[in-house]
């Protein structure tokens, strides 16, 4: 009694005690505040009373040696328990009966829900970076008006294509072009006009590729 009083009645998970025949025979102070109800009105109750509340399953709880699962407890705000069934034994180590612990474990459901939030909130940003980062990349490599290759990727890949076509022994080409009276156009008819000729041939030469 004085162990019982001083660990059960002050403890803060709640506790039910169920005899051989899933009975309640004891609660303690915790368990009542979770149901609000009356001890006294559960004591002799079938535990199917209490976990009915929370599953729809309460019977599966009580198959096994020993049984651990979550339950979310329907409330303003909603709270979640982690639920422990353990069986009992007398001193002949028969099953007598079971002990189950209800832990309140919103305050971490709380944290992973966070956790999960502030993951999605990366993983979303790391994918907007990465399409930032091939963006800039392209750009970085092609010329803004006609959207060609330009010298740096030029730069950046003729070395390595020389080197592939020497190891695996194929002919590589550069070809080089130049439009004539290029400069009259943009005297003649204006820059803008230059313009749309570079976009043309770069246009024909992406489709003739």
């Not at 939030?117 to 994918?127: F, K, N, S, V, Y």
């Not at 490599?141 to 950046?156: M, P, Q, S």
Request: aromatic content about 4%; overall charge negative.
């Amino acid at each position: 009694p004085v162990a019982r009083g001083h660990l059960i009645e002050s403890m803060s998970d709640g506790i039910l005690v169920l005899d051989d025949h899933g009975r309640i025979v004891d609660i303690n102070p915790a368990m009542q505040e979770l149901l609000d109800n009356e001890p006294g009105t559960l004591i002799g109750q079938p535990v199917s009373v209490v976990l009915k509340l929370w599953t729809r399953h309460p019977d599966e709880l009580l198959n096994g040696i020993e049984t651990r699962t979550e339950l979310k407890v329907s409330k303003s705000p909603p709270r979640y328990l982690d639920l422990r069934i353990t069986q009992l034994y007398d001193d002949e180590q028969k099953v007598n009966g079971r002990l189950l612990v209800f832990r309140d474990v919103t305050d971490r459901k709380e944290v992973e829900k966070d956790l999960r939030r502030a993951m999605d909130r990366l993983q979303t940003q790391l994918i907007e970076i990465g399409v930032l980062q091939s963006q800039l990349r392209e750009q970085a490599i092609r010329d803004a008006l006609t959207n060609l290759f330009n010298r740096r990727y030029l730069e950046e890949t003729l070395e390595r294509e020389l080197a592939r076509a020497t190891r695996e022994s194929y002919p590589l080409c550069v070809i080089m072009m130049d439009l004539d009276y290029f400069k009259d156009i943009n005297d003649t008819y204006g820059h803008e006009a230059g313009d749309v000729v570079l976009k043309t041939l770069a246009e024909t030469v992406t489709r003739q590729s």
